[in-house]
């Protein structure tokens, strides 16, 4: 059984950095596309960065750019988003999720296993 088990959560203020953890079980790291994403209530969730498995190719949405980095352990079958100069409009539950290798990038890999998610909050 796959799962995906995100950690690093919490309260920050704004300006502020945390570190989130997606451990993966039930799989190797070969060849995959992992992607970290966020929702608040209401909203529907919306993918923020990804990256292969294989090769480090990495993507992220321009509201993050610059301020977050994706990076992976495959021998720990972990990726890490670092998070850095949060603003209020960062909170949000964040998950990981796994998918398959797409030519188009992995920002269009249809997803297929998921985490629960971790709380981030900032603080103004």
């Known amino acids: 059984e796959v799962q995906l088990v995100e950690s690093g959560g919490g309260l920050v203020q704004a300006g502020g950095s945390l570190r989130l953890s997606c451990a993966a079980s039930g799989l190797t790291f070969g060849d995959y596309e992992i992607g970290w994403f966020r929702q608040v209530p209401g909203q529907d969730h919306e993918g923020i960065a990804c990256?292969?498995?294989?090769?480090?190719?990495?993507w992220y949405r321009d509201s993050v750019e610059g301020r977050f980095t994706i990076s992976r352990d495959n021998a720990k079958n972990t990726v890490i988003l670092q998070m850095d100069s949060l603003k209020p409009e960062d909170t949000a539950l964040y998950s990981c999720?796994?998918?398959?290798?797409?030519?188009?990038?992995?920002?269009?890999?249809?997803?297929?296993?998921w985490g629960k998610g971790t709380q981030v909050t900032v603080s103004s």
């Open positions: 990256i292969r498995s294989s090769d480090g190719t990495s």
């Open positions: 999720a796994i998918g398959p290798i797409v030519t188009a990038g992995c920002e269009t890999s249809p997803y297929a296993y």
